[in-house]
C-alpha cells in the first residue's frame, strides 16, 4: 500500500497489484475503497500494471472535510497518474465512480486509454437535485446479529451483495470493538458519502472518446414519483421537483442506450446480476474485460 498526495493535506490509498503491461486503474463505488477488488483485480496482471485507489474520506486515505465534488474527485485521480509518473492509462470504475471516470475521460482524455464500467451511476446529478429537495434518508439499522461479530458482519455483507467481499475490505471499512468484535461504526469521514451524492454533476457520457466497455444490470424503474415513500405528506412543490426528477431519470436511461450504440462504446447487460457484478457474474465479468482490453 502507497499513498499519493492529490492536494494539500489530501493523499490517497494507492493499491499496488503489480503486473506487466500498461496501467489499469480500478476506482471503487461509493462506500467502498480500494480493496473491494483485492480479489478480482489480481486476475489482470499478466497483460497490465494493476491498480486500485481509494477515494478521499474513506478507508486509509485522508478524510478531508471539503473536495467531495465530482470535479475534486476527478481531479483526484488525474494526480494519482501524475504521482505515479503514468502518462496514460485504463481505467475501471463502479457504481459511484461513474461520474468522477467520465469526467477524467472528457477533460482529460490524453490521460485515459479505455474505460470499463461496472453497472454505474449515470444519473448522479439527478440525484443530488433530489437531495437539494430532501433530506439524507436515515442510514438502516442493521440486524443485531449481523453486527455481533466481524465474521457475521462479513456473511451478511455477503448476503446482501451477492458474493463474498475480500477480508481487508471488511477490515478497511469497518471498525470493530477489540475486546467484543462487535462492529462498532463504518471507517470513514462521516460525512463524505452525503457530500459525493450532493456533489454529483451531470456529465457527458456521450462525450467520451476513448473505446468503452458498459457493463450493467437491468433495473426497471417505474417512472411514478408518487411511488416513493411519503409522497402524498410532502409538500406541493416538492411533489412536482420529485415528478420532473422521475420524468427525467426514465429520459437519462433512453439516452444511455442511444449512448451505448456509439462506434467506441459497447454495452452488455448482464443477466442474473447484481451491482457488485464481478462478484455475481464472475466468470462472464472477466471475459468481456479481457476480451475489451485485449482487441477492442
Known sequence: MKRVKVAEGVELEL??????????????????????FDTFAPEFTAAHHVYAVTRRGFGSSSWPEQGYDTATLGEDVVRVLEGLGIAKASFVGHSAAGPELTWVATHHPERVEKVVYLDVRTNGDLLAE??????????????????????ALAAALARDVGGAFPAHEIDETNE??????????????????ELVMKGFSK???????????????????????EDLPGFSQMDLPVQEKLRTLSARALQRDAEMLSV????????????????YVWLTNHDEVLREMKTFLETF
Open 260 to 275: 451505448m450504440s456509439m462506434p467506441n462504446w459497447k454495452g452488455i447487460k448482464l443477466e442474473h446480476a447484481r451491482h
Open 130 to 151: 433530489l437531495l437539494s429537495v430532501l433530506p439524507m434518508p436515515p442510514p438502516s439499522e442493521p440486524a443485531p446479529e449481523d453486527v455481533a461479530s466481524r465474521a
Open 203 to 225: 456529465v457527458d457520457f456521450a462525450a467520451v472518446t476513448a473505446a468503452v466497455l458498459f457493463l450493467y444490470v437491468d433495473q426497471p424503474r417505474s417512472g411514478r414519483a
Open 176 to 193: 470493530f470493538d477489540p475486546k467484543t468484535g462487535h462492529y462498532l461504526r463504518g471507517r470513514k469521514w462521516p460525512h463524505a458519502e
Open 15 to 36: 493499491l499496488d497489484f503489480g503486473g506487466q503491461g500498461p496501467a489499469l486503474v480500478f476506482l471503487s463505488g461509493l462506500g467502498n475503497t480500494g480493496h473491494v
